[in-house]
């Protein structure tokens, strides 16, 4: 009966941090059904549609960059409370928006708190779950962020077709307040996490993990952990996320907005999935299978928009829900449960900054550039390109990447101590 307690109280603790993703899912995946309407009110270039979609990028850039240092001196479950607030915040500036600059500050806002949770909630899920089912409660985290793509897709779609408000992007980004108000309140019932305050009764002040992040072992880890964050979102992941709508427009689908929540729905599922089976099958394991299915899936999505081609829609279709299948199983399914999981104790949280820091340059840099390589390498080119950056990904996971399934966080530390 005791064991049972404690592994519900564990769910529990799980669950709360990982409510921090429906935020990071939601705020990432909105954009995709306001950027055209944001587009055409305010009159943006090209250029500056790139803007509106990566100025959250930016926030979020900040955000990881200080969210180590603040999550180290103030604690995992405070720096959560500030990463809500500031949630709140930008739902409800960006619905409120008196012009273009403003939904600009406030989505920036909204950006830093991703950072923000993106690095603090995964930590404190690894920092408070057995060794066991470690994977498993922090693949909880990826779960909400899709369920907040789908909640943002969802909300998309019936707003768009529920409302005659020309600016329908309001209530679009502005809903986001609604989730946000449950992670604010249950935070409080969730108490803080025991590694940390192990750590912080050690240590004197953050200077010490600067300078353990310049061990050999150590170093080479927070290396590995930043080439494989920016490598994933060169991978087309994000693409899909944040111009799904749009790829599906130029693929002559009639309603892209629905074809985006199937996208959501995908992805969901196929995370449950990953959920299930991340301790059993291994990390590494379901990125070599991953990885592969998604190369195949980008070289056919590639091979469909060449110009003499004459596939149906439904091929695109098919392919497009697989390559959301294979990258939700392996490494958006994997990522978070690495990078919370492959670095000591001691400096976890600083070197969760970085290698979150190098994942958002990428982030940011997809969210630029997309535009720009479909309208210039063409939707054909920008595809081929995704299924080439998978190799570099799967050398760096095959050659320097331990699998840490069923290793306790100690272990995992002793690894990199003796590299």
């Known amino acids: 009966m005791k064991n049972k307690t404690v592994s519900a109280r564990i769910v529990f603790l799980a669950i709360v941090a990982a409510l921090g993703g429906i935020l990071f899912g939601y705020d ?54 500030i990463s809500a607030v500031l949630f709140s915040i930008s739902a409800i500036g960006c619905a409120f928006s008196a012009d273009f600059t403003q939904l600009v500050i406030y989505r920036m806002i909204g950006g830093f708190g991703i950072g923000i949770v993106s690095i603090v909630s995964p930590v404190y899920i690894s920092e408070v779950s057995p060794a066991e089912v470690r994977g498993t409660m922090v693949s909880l985290y990826q779960l909400f962020i899709t369920i907040g793509f789908l909640l943002a897709y969802l909300a998309n779609y019936l707003i768009l077709k529920g409302t005659t408000m020309e600016d329908y992007w309001r209530p679009m980004l502005g809903a986001e307040a609604i989730p946000d108000l449950l992670f604010l309140v249950l935070i409080f019932f969730i108490p803080e996490s025991p590694r940390w305050l192990q750590v912080r009764g050690q240590r004197k002040d953050n200077s010490e993990a600067w300078a353990a992040l310049r061990e050999p072992g150590i170093l080479k880890a927070v290396l590995i952990g930043s080439a494989i964050a920016i490598l994933g979102q060169f991978m087309g992941v994000n693409a899909v996320l944040y111009y799904g709508p749009k790829i599906f427009a130029d693929a002559g689908f009639p309603d892209p907005l629905f074809s985006t929540v199937l996208v959501g729905v995908v992805n969901m599922v196929t995370t449950v999935i990953a959920l299930a089976i991340i301790d059993k099958v291994g990390r590494k394991q ?49 990522v978070f449960v690495l990078l919370s999981e492959m670095y000591p104790n001691r400096v976890r949280g600083l070197a ?46 095959y050659k320097h990447v331990p699998d840490t399934t069923g290793k306790t966080l100690e272990e995992i530390e002793d690894y990199w101590a003796q590299k």
């Open 28 to 81: 990432t995946a909105v954009i995709s059904g306001t950027t055209e309407v944001v587009k055409m009110q305010f009159g943006l270039t090209t250029g500056g549609e790139g803007w509106y979609v990566g100025c959250a990028l930016i926030g979020s850039i900040a955000g990881v960059l200080i969210a180590g240092m603040l999550s180290d001196f103030l604690g995992r479950k405070k720096t959560m409370l």
């Open 352 to 397: 969760m900054s970085i290698a979150g820091f190098a994942l958002w340059i990428g982030t940011y840099l997809i969210g630029q550039l997309t535009p720009w390589m479909l309208e210039t390498l063409t939707p054909a080119g920008t595809f081929f390109l995704f299924a080439f950056m998978c190799f570099p990904y799967l050398w760096i996971m």
């Open 286 to 334: 379901l990125v070599w299978w991953g990885v592969g299915g998604m190369i195949v899936c980008l070289l056919c999505i590639g091979i469909y928009f060449l110009p003499s081609t004459n596939l149906p829609t439904t091929f695109m279709l098919v392919f497009f829900l697989l390559y959301v299948f294979c990258t939700a199983i392996s490494i958006s399914a994997v």
